[in-house]
């Protein structure tokens, strides 16, 4: 268990202390290039982490270890956030496949009155829970697969950095989103041209530059998008 004091509030979290420490071991707290107000428990590589957390826990069959990394899907998000914070201040947010919690948190700053930050994978929710607390914000989290089980629940605002790399994936994020939208709910997604991009009812709102690793995206530098989802 970790406890944290946010604002003189307690937040306590139940937190698995092998994941924390692991963590800890094999990432440093770094600002986000894009958005250098967040810092991160950031990776500098990803495949070696990835055998070290399969190593760690003895299996073979874990996701990438997508958590350690601020995405630039998710960095133009949060910048777009922080810097038109109309767009999220007194607002429900949902940051769908969170990674990090880093569009999460970037709403939380740019005065939402709650988030949510979504993820399956449960090393990315330890990550989002530390993140979370190194910068004093307060995050709920979530494991529900929010894109095949099906939610009542309805946010305000609803955010999605970097989803569509894989194509059920994206097609499943795609449905969620759409629905959220047309129930009301302002929806943007920030992605630098990943193959499953849908095409239609996407309007294009901003455009930035984002710093990336070499590692990750054969590129230091990769031009994303943000978009917003018509309520159609
Ligand atoms: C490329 S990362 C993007 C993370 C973050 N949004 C960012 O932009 O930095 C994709 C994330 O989607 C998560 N993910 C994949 N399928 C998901 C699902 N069905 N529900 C929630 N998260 C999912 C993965 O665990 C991973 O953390």
Redesign the pocket.
């Known amino acids: 268990m970790e406890t944290g004091l946010q604002d003189g509030r307690a937040l306590s979290v139940f937190l698995d202390p092998e994941k924390v420490s692991f963590i800890r071991a094999t990432t440093q707290i770094r600002q986000v290039p894009l958005a250098p107000n967040i810092e991160l428990y950031s990776a500098d590589e990803a495949v070696p982490l990835w055998q070290k957390t399969e190593q760690q826990l003895n299996t073979d069959h874990l996701?990438p270890p997508?958590?350690a990394?601020?995405?630039?899907?998710?960095?133009a998000?949060a910048r777009h956030i922080l810097d038109h914070s109309d767009i999220t201040c007194g607002k429900s947010v949902l940051?769908?496949?969170?990674?990090?919690g880093?569009?999460a948190i970037a709403a939380m700053k740019a005065g939402a009155a709650q988030a949510t930050a979504?993820?399956?994978?449960p090393f990315?929710i330890t990550a989002i829970m530390m993140n979370a607390a190194h910068n004093d914000v307060i995050v709920e989290t979530m494991t529900?697969?929010?894109?095949?089980d099906a939610t009542s629940r309805r946010w305000d605002v609803v955010l999605?950095?970097?989803?569509f790399?894989?194509r059920d994936?994206a097609e499943?994020?795609f449905r969620f989103l759409s629905a959220q939208a047309l129930s009301g709910a302002t929806v943007l997604i920030?992605d630098p041209g990943r193959t499953y991009l849908p095409k239609s009812n996407l309007l294009c709102v901003a455009n930035y530059d984002v710093p990336v690793l070499r590692d990750i995206e054969d590129s230091d530098m990769k031009p994303t998008a943000v978009w917003r989802l018509s309520q159609r």
Do not use: H, K, M, R
């Open positions: 996701p997508f958590w990394f601020a995405w630039a899907g998710g960095q998000l940051d769908l496949a969170s990674g990090s880093l569009i979504a993820d399956i994978d990315a529900d697969n929010l894109l095949v999605a950095g970097d989803i790399y894989e994936t499943n994020a920030g």
